[in-house]
Nanobody
Framework: QVQLVESGGGLVQAGASLRLSCAAS????????MGWFRQAPGKEREFVAT????????YCTDSVKDRFTISRDNTKNTVYLQMNSLKPEDTADYYC????????????????????WGQGTQVTVSS
């Protein structure tokens, strides 16, 4: 049984930092491309960041690329999202996901590419 469990969300003020973690179990973690998505109230789920199986290649959406960093530790079956300089517009539920895809390509930015999803962790940034 595959499980992705996110943690690290919370309520912070603008300018603060948070690190989200996603612990995976029940799958061979190192063969999956991992991604982070977010969904704000009343909006569609949107891509945030993705990382290759080895962790050597990453890609973040433009709105966060200078503030967020995705990383992974294949020895711990965990993917991280370091979020700095948080803004109120970053408020959303954040989800990690796992995909069997070739790598960090345009497909890795699409929710439909991902096979497994976590339950989400809430991030609220106050102004």
């Amino acid at each position: 049984q595959v499980q992705l469990v996110e943690s690290g969300g919370g309520l912070v003020q603008a300018g603060a930092s948070l690190r989200l973690s996603c612990a995976a179990s029940g799958l061979t973690f190192s063969i999956y491309v991992m991604g982070w998505f977010r969904q704000a109230p009343g909006k569609e789920r949107e891509f945030v960041a993705t990382i290759s199986r080895s962790g050597t290649t990453t890609y973040c959406t433009d709105s966060v690329k200078d503030r967020f960093t995705i990383s992974r530790d294949n020895t711990k079956n965990t993917v991280y999202l370091q979020m700095n300089s948080l803004k109120p517009e970053d408020t959303a539920d954040y989800y990690c996901a796992a995909a069997l895809t070739s790598g960090v390509t345009s497909a890795a930015t699409k929710p439909n590419t991902y096979r497994y999803w976590g339950q989400g962790t809430q991030v609220t940034v106050s102004s």
